[in-house]
């Protein structure tokens, strides 16, 4: 039991800070909140960092320590420092500031939780406690966008997390046990296994915002704090997609599951990108591209178990994705929230605008920079599960994706069209008033940004070597 | 002041001078001519008073540029400074109607003055220099009048026949220089074996282009277009003289095959052009192939091994030749033309020119005691005492005969006949130099003993039959006056006169063996150079062409697939949006259908699997 309780060292001390930080916040001191929660994420990294290389269950396989888990926090809790950097920068002074970094904070812990689940509760616990503080961190601008996009997500919400505890019920059923690894058990009985799979597809393809259950996602990156939408749109998806690895090692391959899950992919991939396509607001296309990221994140769910590489090829992308989205966020927080704001910021701020075509170029995966690395992986680990359809499939989307992204590049390097727009343009910007201020928080999120995309892109061979 | 100096200097001074002030050249050209006369004059004072000197100049690291006054240097260093003063007096006259008088002086006296570096010159890289500038001042004084027709091919053909020619003294001094070591002429000289047979054909080579020898004579008859002061002094002491010069000064390097090659070359050369002046029907041009034809003679005598009796009657020649070119020029501005049918009976108009003229005919035809017997004479004797006695000394007596041959019919030409002469300006100038030259082409050969006695080298006599060559060179020269006097040429020459007319042009001469063919490639080249371009062109147009299609076909082929492409892509991002609709109802049902639609599919594989 105590071998245990030192294998979960990260998220105990996690939830201290959680407690921690709510008495701060108690207190009115929401500068205490941020520092805790600073300190108390970097603990729970450094504390991460022992536990590389362990390989086993804690609490009767429950919650599992392995790679994968212990990379997602690697990757998670910094990610979340980086957010809360943003989250402060965009609302500091205001009255629920403090709050806004503990539900981020419990957040981060139910991805954590979720990367490592063994276990069916778990993997409730982890979505509800997810989903419960997304819910308010998606309202808490207090406004009528933010309040509706905060009323679809929990309404959705709802609806797949039950939907998923019903099926799970059926596993329960099927195996007497909660533990996903006692699927194997339902060998003999496919039809249950099936509506289980069926039953957690719908629940984490919420939590991941897979196509068709993506609707919440683009309302609520609009509606919430731009910093929130980061948050959002990077770590509970991250979660979610270790979950759904951890379930998918364990079932029985009765079913076709990996070919669903192929398909669900190509859906995503394909249905983010053509509707990121037509946007005209940053955040709206950033949150479809987001979605179509959270596609190939499925190649790599699709190869578990059928290719080594799998696993290494989600960690990698996971991390990249991380730090080329935030970066993306963190620009676009500076920079401004359409894209007609976006023209000429090349040239007005060279390191900015070079900044954010990295990270585009690199959402796009071009070589040499981090995206790549990720998708090269990933398709790597497709091809060598058979997947060679799939793969071609996302690499045409990859050239769509260019396409969507250069929709912001090339306009940063334009002058400001004609006067006839610039009316409109102005009326805009004064509705979104984008952070104009010199923000020294941000610049910092987007050079560690940079720096990561850069250095994963270059480090690529050391980082495999690190995880073999 | 060193007077090597003063004779090089003067005369290139005052061709500055002459340059700067752009007036009185006469005056300035005088003065120049007579200061670098004086200096000679001095120089060979010393030489007879046993004392050489050598003015040693900075010029490459271990290769100091060296000018030096030998016997042999001074004495021809004089002779230039000689026929240059009194040619540059005649020329005051000569020239008194001309324009451009301060052209025609500074380059004379830059000739002048490279003509004396020339003979000064101790090393091979000054000689070269001063062969050059020889060569390049002698086109710019033929093509003096540039803008009479011809003149200026005249002009150009004897630079590149000469130039061509130096290639041989180029390669000569390469070879002499890095086998000796040492620039210096006379350290070069000991240079034996077949480097020296090399050496010795090269120079041979230069010499014949620079001499007019056969069969590079050609330019030397077109160089005529000049002014007749210039031929005089390019004939007689400077340019045509500076091949003979170069061997003369050799010779003791020179091997017995070189030599040979070298009496054979004059040797032919004597003849050839002898008997083109026979056949010639223009003064000018007749003097110009007599004087390949005394060259020639000289080179027999160096063939023969004897220099010394080439150099006397390269200085009796000087005297001579310009004489008869001076008196011509008299001749030709009476008549304002050098054909011989034109000059008839000038003799009786200008008798006094004329006298002149015979005496220095008469001298050239090796009539004693002018100073033409003598060194005629040291020449058969010479070729007599040869080893190769059958070979040289027909070309000696053949030359002899030829040289009375064709002057008693230029005389004969001359004093014969009706013809109208104009009055001529500055004939007292004229006259002045033509006297001074005539007076020493008689009395020459009296100072031949003083010459052999300071060059240290005595003239072969044969001990058996002393009188023989007298008789043999006197009989050959008596019979060819006598004959160039009595018989007309058409009876001389015969069937080859046309021949020699043309110049005894083999197959057309340079013209058809050379020029042609060159021209025939240069043009070839040009053709093939247009083909080249006009196919560059073709390739750039038919680049072009294709580029244009290349575009139509982006533009209307893949270009429109691509715009196609993305525009049913955007519709289909459009549609895609559609389905976002807001409404959450609509989107859960979208949602639910969906997920049937995948549980339907799932069971059905299942069916399948089972």
């Known amino acids: 039991m105590g071998h245990d309780l030192a294998l979960l060292i990260p998220e105990i001390i996690i939830l201290l800070t959680v407690v921690v930080a709510l008495i701060a916040e108690m207190l009115r001191f929401p500068r205490t909140v941020l520092t805790v929660t600073i300190i108390g994420l970097l603990l729970a990294t450094a504390q991460t960092l022992p536990l590389l290389g362990v390989d086993t269950g804690v609490f009767g396989g429950t919650f599992r320590v392995d790679m994968l888990s212990v990379w997602a926090k690697l990757i998670l809790l910094p990610a979340t420092v980086l957010s809360l950097l943003l989250a402060r920068s965009e609302l500091a002074g205001s009255d629920r500031e403090g709050t806004v970094y503990i539900l981020v904070c419990l957040v981060s812990l139910a991805s954590v939780l979720l990367a490592g689940a063994g276990d069916s509760m778990l993997l409730v616990l982890g979505i509800l406690l997810s989903g419960l503080a997304s819910f308010a961190l998606v309202a808490c601008p207090r406004n009528d966008i933010a309040t509706e996009a905060a009323m679809k997500f929990f309404v959705f919400a709802s609806v797949t997390t039950s939907v998923m505890i019903f099926g799970l019920s059926y596993w329960f059923g099927g195996t007497g046990s909660t533990l996903f690894s006692e699927l194997a058990t339902l060998q003999t009985k496919p039809v249950i296994a099936v509506i289980g799979l069926m039953a957690v597809i719908i629940g984490l393809g919420y939590k991941a915002s897979l196509v068709p259950f993506h609707f919440w996602a683009p309302d609520a990156y609009e509606g919430a704090p731009l910093s929130i939408a980061a948050y959002l749109s990077v770590v509970p998806k991250i979660g979610a997609i270790m979950a759904f690895a951890q379930i998918v090692r364990d079932i029985p391959m009765v079913t076709a599951w990996s070919l669903i899950i192929a398909v669900v992919a190509v859906l995503t991939m394909t249905y983010g990108y053509l509707a990121a396509l037509v946007q005209n607001n940053v955040v709206r296309l950033l949150a479809y591209s987001s979605i179509a990221q959270a596609g190939y994140f499925l190649l790599g769910v699709v190869a578990v178990g059928a290719s080594p590489l799998a696993l290494k090829s989600l960690i990698v992308f996971a991390a990249a994705y991380a730090a080329m989205n935030l970066g993306a966020f963190a620009v676009v927080m500076q920079a401004g929230r359409t894209l007609e704001t976006f023209y000429g910021i090349g040239r007005k701020n060279p390191a900015l605008g070079v900044a954010m075509v990295v990270f585009l170029l690199s959402l796009a995966g071009i070589p040499p920079l981090a995206g790549f690395v990720g998708k090269f992986l990933l398709f790597g680990a497709a091809i060598d599960a058979g997947f060679l359809w799939l793969t071609v499939v996302a690499i045409l989307n990859s050239v769509l994706s260019l396409a969507v992204y250069l929709r912001i590049v090339v306009p940063m390097y334009q002058r400001r069209r004609d006067s006839g727009l610039s009316a409109a343009a102005a009326d805009i910007k004064s509705i979104n008033d984008p952070v104009t201020a010199p923000a020294p928080l941000i610049t910092l999120v987007w050079i560690i940004a940079l720096l990561s995309t850069l250095g994963i892109g270059l480090a690529a061979q050391l980082l495999l070597g690190q995880l073999g | 002041m060193n007077l090597i100096a003063i004779a090089i200097l003067a005369p290139l001074s005052m061709a500055l001078l002459t340059m700067l002030l752009r007036r009185q050249p006469a005056a300035l050209a005088l003065l120049g001519a007579a200061a670098g006369l004086l200096a000679s004059l001095g120089l060979l004072t010393d030489a007879f008073n046993g004392r050489g000197s050598e003015l040693i100049l900075p010029g490459l690291p271990d290769m100091p540029l060296r000018l030096v006054a030998t016997p042999l240097t001074a004495l021809l260093s004089t002779l230039v400074a000689v026929v240059c003063s009194l040619v540059m007096v005649y020329a005051v006259g000569y020239m008194k109607k001309d324009n451009e008088k301060v052209r025609f002086f500074a380059t004379l006296l830059l000739f002048a003055s490279a003509m004396q570096t020339l003979v000064l010159a101790g090393d091979w890289i000054l000689l070269l220099s001063a062969w050059e500038l020889i060569g390049l001042s002698s086109y710019l004084l033929i093509g003096f009048w540039y803008s009479k027709p011809g003149v200026k091919t005249a002009a150009t053909r004897a630079f590149l026949v000469t130039r061509s020619a130096d290639l041989g003294l180029y390669i000569a001094t390469f070879i002499l220089v890095t086998s000796a070591g040492s620039t210096d002429i006379a350290a070069t000289l000991d240079t034996r074996g077949g480097l020296a047979v090399a050496a010795g054909l090269l120079l041979l080579i230069a010499a014949m282009g620079k001499s007019a020898q056969t069969p590079l004579h050609d330019w030397l008859q077109r160089a005529m277009a000049g002014p007749t002061p210039v031929s005089a002094l390019l004939h007689s002491a400077t340019l045509v003289a500076a091949g003979a010069i170069l061997l003369i000064r050799t010779a003791p390097m020179l091997p017995p095959e070189t030599l040979l090659v070298i009496g054979i070359v004059g040797g032919v050369t004597t003849v050839v052009t002898g008997l083109m002046a026979l056949g010639e029907s223009d003064l000018k041009r007749m003097l110009a192939a007599s ?284 549609k895609a949006r559609t389905l976002q609709s807001g409404l959450i109802h609509k989107e859960l049902a979208i949602s639910i259908v969906a997920s049937a639609m995948i549980l339907v599919f799932m069971l059905i594989t299942l069916l399948v699997y089972q």
């Open chain 2, 291 to 574: 004087t390949s034809s005394q060259y020639g003679l000289m080179l027999v005598a160096v063939g023969a091994g004897v220099p010394m009796a080439a150099l006397l009657h390269l200085i009796a020649h000087a005297a001579i030749k310009s004489s008869l070119f001076l008196g011509a020029g008299v001749f030709q501005h009476s008549r304002d033309s050098t054909v011989l049918d034109k000059l008839r009976g000038i003799g009786r108009d200008r008798p006094k020119i004329f006298s002149g003229f015979v005496l220095a005919a008469l001298a050239l035809a090796g009539v004693p005691p002018l100073s033409g017997f003598f060194s005629k004479d040291a020449i058969i004797a010479a070729s007599m005492n040869s080893a190769n006695i059958w070979i040289l000394l027909p070309f000696a007596l053949a030359g002899t005969l030829l040289t009375g041959s064709y002057m008693a019919r230029a005389l004969r030409l001359l004093w014969q006949g009706n013809g109208k002469s104009r009055s001529v300006d500055g004939l007292a100038w004229m006259g002045a130099g033509l006297a001074g030259l005539v007076f020493l082409a008689i009395i020459l050969g009296a100072a031949f003993p003083a010459v052999e006695s300071l060059l240290g080298a005595r003239l072969p006599e044969n001990s058996q039959v002393q009188f023989l060559p007298v008789v043999l060179g006197l009989s050959a020269a008596l019979c060819g006056l006598a004959l160039g006097w009595f018989v007309p040429v058409h009876r001389l020459l015969g069937p080859l006169l046309p021949w020699s007319r043309q110049g005894f042009a083999i197959a057309g001469g340079f013209d058809n063996l050379i020029i042609r063919p060159v021209f025939f490639i240069a043009r070839t080249c040009e053709k093939l150079e247009r083909l080249l371009y006009e196919s560059v062109l073709a390739t750039g147009r038919a680049g072009l062409r294709l580029g244009q299609a290349v575009r139509l076909n982006d533009e209307q082929g893949i270009d429109g697939i691509i715009f196609s492409f993305v525009r049913c892509m955007v519709n289909l991002g459009g």
